[in-house]
């Protein structure tokens, strides 16, 4: 079976075949960096992270560039809120969002370009548009003209007649209320630079097709972003670079949201759960587990019960590489995946099915503990491990060694604590003081700690 993936274009899922062969190119619209990352913002990062890892485990060479929108009405308008630089929201927001990436495991992108550093280009699109009869400046601002680019809302399947194209203050002189800002006319005490239509800033749709144009060309394989993003930005992206003369997205991938008592999770909304906040309560290979393993074109309903779940699910996972180490020593992780986990990931990245096969191999490897197979157990580890590791989720990975950076110190001091009452536990069995010893490991459960009896010693573990 071939990797297909969903076009958002064509509305199908399509055999994925690069453009240029053995490499992938992918351009991610990334943060717009008014505030921090809730944990929304972070399931797109997440869920491209598993598609750039899983086109690494095909062999692909990959170049995976995510913007950063650093120039914006939204940034302008909290450092105003806030009394501080724009630049300084900015800024901020954005060291946030990449500690939650890294927090959570992303891989680092091949190039993470901000608006504010590719004005020059900008400038040059605009050129371009305006000498192909595309667009046309108007009191300080720079307009595409939409009715000159036939396919206009292709992408989003709307009519042009009921268009109702989103306008922001002093977009003055359209000739069309359908035409859309590439650039905006300087205001007082905003930022602004010089162009030959005189000093503005950029619109939100221009970056990424100046950016996107730099760092891959007029053709790549992959544009994504969330579900929110199709109007009007990409559908304004498709009609820049198109009408400038560039080939742009082979594929279109759009990744569904985070709710919250069934709105999408958004900071207007006021129901963010902060990256930064979740950390300090989940761990966060959890919280990985929890945001990427749904496919990524279903919605996910955030509940503290639908994360305990997961908790419980990836428990399951990790007693099982913890017990099976006990027993074989470090394995490593197989060469390669199951066939069933490759074909669920070249199935447009069917991560849902893809976790039920590493399930599956848990469980044959528990039985293979059980049977004292030690053969079977270090293999279905390593078949295993190979699996999570495609993931970003292998618990013996380097970068969770410290468990994710959370609760290490307390982790210790509780290490300790239960070896103390274990050994007294341990001390009343061999006196064969058995009604004691059955009272401790009771009172250990109702505190939420499983005891397990191994030849080696009693092990606890995190009941959850």
Avoid at 104 to 131: F, K, Q, W
Avoid at 138 to 151: E, H, M, R
Avoid at 260 to 282: H, I, P
Avoid at 451 to 461: A, L
Wanted: hydrophobic fraction near 40%.
């Amino acid at each position: 079976m071939s990797l297909r993936l969903y076009d958002t274009m064509t509305r199908q899922v399509r055999d994925f075949v690069p453009l240029v062969p053995g490499c992938v190119s992918i351009y991610l619209c990334g943060a717009t960096v008014q505030a921090p990352p809730h944990i929304g913002h972070i399931r797109s990062g997440l869920n491209f992270d598993v598609m750039q890892r899983w086109f690494r485990y095909r062999g692909y060479d990959v170049t995976f560039v995510r913007n950063v929108t650093d120039i914006d009405d939204k940034v302008i308008a909290k450092g105003r809120e806030q009394s501080t630089e724009w630049w300084k929201i900015a800024y901020a927001n954005e060291r946030a969002f990449n500690e939650g990436y890294t927090a959570l495991g992303c891989l680092p992108p091949s190039a993470e370009p901000r608006a504010t550093g590719h004005v020059p280009e900008m400038i040059e699109m605009m050129r371009g548009l305006i000498e192909r009869g595309h667009a046309y400046a108007a009191d300080g601002n720079v307009y595409f003209a939409v009715t000159t680019f036939s396919d206009y809302l292709e992408l989003s399947n709307q009519e042009l007649e009921n268009l109702r194209q989103p306008s922001g203050d002093n977009e003055t002189g359209k000739r069309d209320p359908r035409d859309f800002a590439m650039w905006k006319a300087a205001k007082p005490g905003e930022p602004s630079w010089e162009t030959p239509w005189g000093r503005g800033r950029p619109g939100w749709h221009l970056e990424c097709s100046a950016m996107a144009h730099k760092y891959l060309g007029r053709a790549f394989d992959v544009h994504g972003g969330g579900l929110d993003l199709i109007f009007p930005h990409h559908e304004n992206e498709i009609a820049q670079s198109k009408a400038y003369g560039d080939e742009f997205a082979n594929f279109w991938v759009h990744n569904a949201w985070v709710t919250l008592a069934g709105e999408k999770m958004s900071k207007s909304l006021g129901n963010s759960v902060l990256v930064s906040e979740m950390v300090k309560r989940w761990r966060p290979i959890v919280l990985r587990y929890y945001l990427a393993g749904p496919h990524y074109r279903s919605m996910i309903e955030y509940s503290e019960e639908s994360l305990r779940e997961a908790e419980t699910g990836f428990a399951r996972i990790e007693g099982f590489i913890e017990r099976a180490v006990e027993r074989c020593g470090p394995v490593d992780a197989a060469p390669e995946v199951p066939p069933a986990f490759a074909e669920a990931m070249d199935d447009d990245l069917g991560v849902p099915q893809a976790l039920a096969v590493v399930h599956t191999a848990v469980r044959q490897g528990n039985s293979a503990l059980g049977a004292d197979d030690k053969e079977s157990t270090a293999a279905r580890l390593a078949e295993v491990r190979a699996m999570l590791g495609v993931l970003g989720l292998d618990p013996l990975d380097e970068q969770w060694a410290d468990g994710g950076g959370q609760g290490e110190e307390l982790t210790g001091v509780v290490d300790s604590l239960v070896r103390l009452v274990l050994d007294q536990r341990q001390a009343a069995r061999g006196r064969k003081d058995f009604a004691t010893a059955d009272a401790i490991r009771d009172q250990l459960g109702a505190a939420g700690l499983a005891i397990e009896d191994t030849p080696s010693g009693p092990r606890w573990t995190i009941n959850p």
